[in-house]
């Protein structure tokens, strides 16, 4: 049990429609990472928030987004699906360190739209 | 993009035997890199470590090395066990403010026979 925790486990929507995956990182950790896992794309880095500020950026969707509460936890936006964004995502977190790219990953929110 | 990429997806070995997973990666900039292991229905766990100032560096059955002039890492695993069967992913970051921002390789699938 890494101690990162995302809900839900499973996820099944239509196209058009909005989806909002959640992420608890490991207590004290403040740093949260999105990752996408697909067939054809591999693992890809989405968003990095630290402490409730957006601290990287990879080629996120502009349909995507992302946001870190007071509480460190944080949220995975996903509007106007389409079937390739069908994919398990990915949530880690860090230690306050920020150079380590030591990761520990939730296990995952498969989305599967239809 | 410049990625991670792996010379074999499949790798197969006895129990007992020492596995070699191999990795080229193409971004000269990348000064960091790191080996995660996935198993079955579970979010990558991290092995390894190493910065482009080090050829070498030992774990527990573990060991990376790192051959910046041909640019290839490779992970070594020990007396390898059936636990160890799992798809063994590569990263790579080229170092900025976020060493969370990681490039994954396509990963290699290791299976390891009682």
């Known amino acids: 049990d890494s101690g990162v925790t995302q809900t839900p486990k499973h996820l099944i929507t239509a196209t058009g429609q909005r989806v909002t995956l959640r992420c608890s990182p490991r207590?004290?950790?403040?740093?949260v990472y999105w990752y996408q896992q697909s067939l054809d794309q591999g693992l890809q880095f989405l968003i990095q928030?630290?402490?409730?500020?957006?601290?990287a950026k990879g080629n996120i969707l502009e349909r995507f987004s992302a946001q870190q509460f007071p509480d460190l936890h944080s949220e995975l936006n996903l509007s106007s699906l389409e079937l390739g964004d069908s994919a398990l995502y990915f949530c880690?977190?860090?230690?306050?360190?920020?150079?380590?790219?030591?990761?520990?990953f939730g296990e995952g929110s498969r989305l599967t739209v239809l | 993009g410049e990625s991670v990429g792996l010379h074999l997806p499949t790798l197969s070995v006895q129990e007992g035997d020492n596995s070699i997973i191999n990795c080229a990666y193409s971004n000269s900039a990348s000064d960091y890199f790191i080996w995660y292991k996935q198993e079955s229905g579970k979010g990558p766990q991290f092995i390894i470590d190493i910065r482009s100032n080090m050829d070498k560096r030992q774990g527990q059955r573990v060991t990376v090395l790192l051959n910046k002039t041909v640019k290839h890492l490779s992970l070594q695993i020990a007396a390898t066990q059936p636990g160890d069967s799992a798809v063994y992913f590569c990263?790579?970051?080229?170092?900025?403010?976020?060493?969370?921002?990681?490039?994954f390789g396509q990963g290699t699938i290791l299976t390891v026979h009682p």
């Open positions: 207590s004290g950790d403040l740093s």
């Open positions: 990263a790579e970051n080229a170092g900025g403010t976020s060493y969370g921002k990681l490039t």
């Open positions: 928030y630290y402490n409730g500020e957006e601290r």
């Open positions: 880690a977190s860090s230690e306050q360190a920020l150079n380590t790219g030591e990761l520990f």
